[in-house]
């Protein structure tokens, strides 16, 4: 995926942005109120991840949870990032 195409999809999510140390990354910290919210969080998110054969690297703190997504398979960013992070966006909606 081209630049172009890659600012063009994270403009359309809600604080994604490319990882400072990868930009053939995305990567969003979402925070909760307490532990068990971010854990039923990161359950949420590890079946989404299952569903769509897609998983993401999660770092899990006490109350937030970073998300990062990168198709290694291709080299980089893909449809499949954008999708699943808009997945997560719309679970965080809940």
Known sequence: MDNTAVEQRLSALDGWQRDAHDSQCIIKTY???NY???MAFVNAA?????RQDHHPDL???YRECTVSYT????GGLTE???ACAAKLDALFAL
């Open 36 to 38: 068990y919210e971010t």
């Open 46 to 50: 590890a079946w989404i991840a299952h």
């Open 80 to 82: 499949k990032d954008f």
């Open 59 to 61: 770092v899990v703190g």
């Open 71 to 74: 198709t290694h398979s291709a």
């Open 31 to 33: 925070r909760f109120k």
